[in-house]
């Protein structure tokens, strides 16, 4: 099957994914790329085989350019315009935006075979099994990870991750995929995977299980473990859960389940190998080759390389460091740095780490006992994960070692350790509260050692750098991951990558779990090992392949994908006005004008009331008489020449309030060139009906004929303008 030119020479597929005799079947017309739309196609055909998709890879997975994101899309894709179609012609990317597209959810249009370029190529025959691979999150951001495997009418589905919003999402709690196609699938799901305990695979559980409360779920304890609380805390119902163990296997329908175990920041995560009809499937989860971590958190190298053996038809495998080079750094590394430091510091010492970080927390503790000190553990989450991994036997402590904050005051400095959350620069977590000398029991002083054990996570650099000079400031030392080895990654670099892929053997790589950076920098360092680029399908979330037994691969129609926004228990949509609002808000500020108006005059019957917040003006008192005035003018220049008006849904003149908005917003331009969010209310009262004996009385419906809205002819009656006008005062001191 395989080309003699193709440098790419693993035994990939072994034999019993082929059916000997059978041809495949080939259409004329059809087929994938001639790399027409690959930027660099003539090389992926040279690199192709005719028995391969010939340079089908990425470069079909790039005219689906329907997503919202489109520089996801765009990157993903060939050269600018090519689209929908395929071909360098077609309508570009945005082009095909459907009206689901523009509400901010990714639908991916179909790649027919019409659409691709005429290469006589891979076609699957319908008769042959196949395996389709539909990633629903993860792929084009490290978060929100959901991967579906569908096969022969079943689905499985792996990971329910969250991700957590950009500070231009402010009011937002979370992110998490949309889960309308496995909704619309919910029949054929035979179970959820959880590969680990991380929030980026499991923190969307909750929500899963309030659309599809069937699914059986499985994971290793802990893994299981850490999703009860998000569980209960979202109030979605219990999931049937099922215990694994790395090695054991599970069927589900036509799928043939092994969990393998991996190396990573945290406990009990595997790998995923499923055996299908067409082949199989590994799915890496997010791991590290620790070759010094103990043996039973140690990457299993040897299952990896018996699937390689008997055959991978395509692997999945974690691509967030493929831009770091060489090999991770052992936590046993971390853990010989901590000691260290431990013994070497004459005062207190405290850590900061990620409460999930288990496998740090063992060396802390380690380190703990050979410096003969005793350790304080704080912060919500890192007590209860301690709690719960020592329930559990994933963290042993033995008695004494860990105290409480009273014990630790009678010990010497020397002899503490204090292992806070707030590693990011949260601002509620223990350890900016120490920095702010808020923390009740911790009051940080000269002597005392602040370890940052963790990295950065891009965006809190400034917090995190906050922090230290607040702990300088209180004559601290602090050791950051720049200084000391004191941390290390849970994902593999480029090393651990290519070691991955030697021990595998794919026929079809597809990077995932990585901005759309590391999966093209993944690509090349399977490029850099000789595989072909045609064999490396750089797939974005909603897009939909199926690979077949005979080892080829087509695009289908994609599916539904995007985020839903999870605000405290409601979901939205990133596309809601709402937060726009909320930006322009926090950016400019808040006006509000209100005004009563006579309904028979049309006249203000007092100083339109002013409310101004977060806009910066040198004296506040100037600008809302100056915003009073102009609100004053308009009502009165709209009363004296209304003409024809159309009540809104208040009885109020629209056209009043839209002059009412024009007038006020060229105001705040023209002071001090800013556009605060704006808002209008006018109330129409009927004065001299509320004068009048039959008038309704208070708390009446007043939606009935007592109101009248429109005079025919409305009165203009000379009014004093306002004199001195105060924001906040009650109308009879502000009223004409
Ligand atoms: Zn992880
Ligand atoms: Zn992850």
Redesign the pocket.
Known sequence: MRSAAAPWTPRSVAPPFRIPGRGRRRRGASGSASCGVCPRGSADGAAGSADLPHGAGPADFRGTGASPRSSLACGIGPAPGAGLTGTRDGPGPRAGRTPAARKGFKTVTQVTDEQTPAEPAAIPAEDEPQLEIIPLGGLGEIGMNCMVLACQGSMIVIDAGLMFPKPDQPGVDLLIPDFSFLKANEDKILGLVL????E??IGALPFLMREIPRIPVFGTRLTLEFTRDRIQEQRAPMPEYREIRPRSNVTLGPFQLEFIKVS???LD?VALAARTPAGTVVHT??FKMDLSAAEEDRTDLFKFASYGEEGVLALLSDS?NSDVPGHSVSEKEVGRTLCRLFKDSPGRIIVACFA?SLTRIREIVKAAIASERRIVFTGRSMTGNVALAQELGYLDIPPGIEIDFETADACEDREVVIVATGSQGEPMAALARMAAGEHRQVEVRGGDTIIFSARAIPGNETAIGELMNLFRHLGAKVVDPHAEVIHAS??GHIDELKLMLSLTRPHYLIPV?GELRHLHRHREIAEELGMPRSRILLMADGQRVALSRDRSYRMMKGVRTGRRLVEGRRLGSPADPVLKERRRLSEFGIVCVSASLDSRTLMPLAAPSVSIQGVRYADEQDLTMAVQEAAWDSCAEFARSPGSWTPGPSGEPEELVRKLQSDVKSLFRLHISRKPVLIVQISMLDVEALAAPEAPPLGADLSGSWRRRAPAEPAWRPQERPGTLRTGRGPEENGP
């Open positions: 590969t680990h305990g991380h980026d695979h990573h920041s945290i995560g989860g997010d967030t999930s849970g994902h779990h």
